[in-house]
C-alpha cells in the first residue's frame, strides 16, 4: 500500500536530518494519510487513502455513517 493521497497525489517527501555537528543523514517525511469511506462512481462506498489537506479542503464525499446493529444481530 502506497503512503500517497488518492485523491492529490502527494506523497513521500526527502531531505536531510542535520545535526549540531552538521551531520546530514537521509529521511522521509510522509504525508498525513487517513483511510476514509467515500462515495465512489457507481454511489457504493470504498476506502481509500486520503490526506488530511484533502480532507479539511472538501474534496472528497465521505459515505454516510453505517447503521449500528442491536446487540446479539451481528
Known amino acids: 500500500m502506497a503512503r500517497i493521497c488518492a485523491v ?14 552538521n551531520n546530514k543523514t537521509k ?7 487517513q483511510t476514509v469511506r467515500v462515495l465512489g462512481a457507481d454511489g457504493q462506498p470504498t476506502r481509500i487513502r486520503v490526506c488530511t489537506s ?16 442491536a446487540p446479539g444481530q451481528g
Open 54 to 69: 484533502c480532507i479539511s479542503a472538501g474534496k472528497i464525499t465521505k459515505a454516510p455513517a453505517r447503521k449500528a446493529t
Open 27 to 33: 529521511r522521509r517525511w510522509l504525508p498525513n494519510l
Open 8 to 21: 492529490c497525489g502527494k506523497g513521500p517527501s526527502t531531505g536531510n536530518n542535520v545535526s549540531h555537528a
